[in-house]
Structure formats: structure tokens, C-alpha cells
């Protein structure tokens, strides 16, 4: 059961075309990586919140982090 006061993390998971995803949270927020060994656009989806696209260069790596709504 998912409560908020729980914090953990993920790490390499695949996602579609190959895209490696690491992903921590905790009460606070969501921090998340994503590497694609190849350039390509992803749509990304964190929570609830909308769909953006995320261009990705090839070999590098995008981080970011969302706050969780209180």
C-alpha cells in the first residue's frame, strides 16, 4: 500500500526504444533519470500531471524532479 510517508528508489529500468529510467521518491518529491544511448524524443508522464516531450541526446543523460502535491 502506497502511503506518502514512504521513500524508495528505482533504478534501470527499460522503458521503450531502449531508454534506461531511474526513479526516487520520497514525501517531498520524484526525481527521475532518463538515458537513451541514441538521440530521440520521449514522451514523459510524472504523477498525474500532463504529457511533455523530452528530447534526448544520445549518451546522455536528462534528470529532473518533481515537487508532490501536499
Same mark, same amino acid.
Given at each position: 500500500?502506497?502511503?506518502?510517508?514512504?521513500?524508495?528508489?528505482?533504478?534501470?529500468?527499460?522503458?521503450?526504444?531502449?531508454?534506461? /529510467?531511474?526513479?526516487?521518491?520520497?514525501?517531498?518529491?520524484?526525481?527521475?533519470?532518463?538515458?537513451?544511448?541514441?538521440?530521440?524524443?520521449?514522451?514523459?508522464?510524472?504523477?498525474?500531471?500532463?504529457?511533455?516531450? /523530452?528530447?534526448?541526446?544520445?549518451?546522455?543523460?536528462?534528470?529532473?524532479?518533481?515537487?508532490?502535491?501536499?
Amino acid at each position: 500500500m502506497w502511503t506518502r510517508r514512504q521513500r524508495g528508489s528505482v533504478k534501470g529500468l527499460r522503458a521503450r526504444g531502449g531508454v534506461l /529510467v531511474d526513479i526516487a521518491w520520497s514525501r517531498e518529491c520524484v526525481e527521475y533519470a532518463l538515458f537513451s544511448p541514441t538521440s530521440r524524443t520521449v514522451t514523459l508522464r510524472v504523477m498525474e500531471g500532463p504529457s511533455e516531450e /523530452v528530447r534526448l541526446i544520445g549518451g546522455g543523460t536528462y534528470r529532473s524532479s518533481v515537487k508532490r502535491p501536499r
